[in-house]
């Protein structure tokens, strides 16, 4: 079945530094691919998404590129900063579902230090 | 209403008791989702509506979960006989169906089962 692989946290770094969380996944077809983000105390937010290959997804200086090749759906952003302190979830929805529902990774944990 | 609300917020309850968890979805959203999130986990999908009916309830864990929409809009995640295996963050989303629009979480409710 479909899933989604994240790398283990927590990820620690100073501000200003560079990130990469990795994200793969297992899916057939041609899944659509989602990060999403929860702040300490808020919801779950949509951060990013993609839905097909080599579309690249950006929002807030973050960035994902949906790699085929590789099914992977890697988070980068190129200076963090405090305030980006954050759990992050990669997610795909299956293209043979017609649900739209998600399938979660679980869970990278970003603490960004001043 | 501007988001997805959910109540209670919280919810403790003794095992074997039955429980019944609220979500009221965005206004025009035909898409609603429900979700568990175990501590240290991705959310896992439970049931999707379309409208009134469940269209995917492939989620649900066994048959003490029931979920109902009967409007279209509100929708009742019902759990009987509560065991503490139970226990976890239950997030309901909505989107504007199921293939159009970002799903918009909920903050969840946060059910202990003693």
């Known amino acids: 079945g479909n899933s989604v692989t994240q790398m283990e946290g927590p990820v620690t770094l100073s501000e200003e530094a560079f990130l990469t969380i990795n994200c793969t996944y297992t899916a057939t077809g041609y899944p659509s691919l989602f990060w999403y983000v929860q702040y300490p105390g808020e919801g779950l937010q949509l951060l990013l998404k993609a839905t097909k290959a080599d579309d690249k997804g950006s929002n807030k200086g973050f960035e994902a590129t949906y790699r085929k090749e590789t099914t992977s759906f890697h988070l980068e952003k190129g200076s963090v900063q405090v305030s980006d302190s954050a759990v992050y979830f990669c997610?795909?929805?299956?293209?043979?579902?017609?649900?739209?529902?998600?399938?979660f990774g679980q869970g990278t944990t970003l603490q960004v230090k001043p | 209403g501007a988001g997805v609300s959910q109540t209670p917020s919280n919810k403790v309850t003794e095992k074997g008791k039955y429980v019944e968890l609220r979500c009221d979805p965005i206004s025009g959203h035909t898409a609603l989702y429900w979700y568990r999130q175990s501590l240290g986990q991705g959310p896992e999908f439970l049931i999707y509506f379309q409208g009134t009916g469940a269209a995917d309830d492939s989620g649900l864990p066994n048959d003490r979960f029931f979920a109902v929409r009967p409007e279209g809009s509100v929708s009742t995640l019902k759990i009987q006989r509560t065991e503490r295996g139970d226990s976890a963050v239950y997030l309901c989303?909505?989107?504007?169906?199921?293939?159009?629009?970002?799903?918009?979480f909920g903050p969840g409710t946060r059910l202990t089962v003693l």
């Open positions: 989303a909505s989107s504007l169906t199921w293939s159009e629009g970002e799903q918009f």
């Open positions: 997610a795909l929805s299956g293209s043979s579902s017609n649900t739209g529902k998600l399938i």
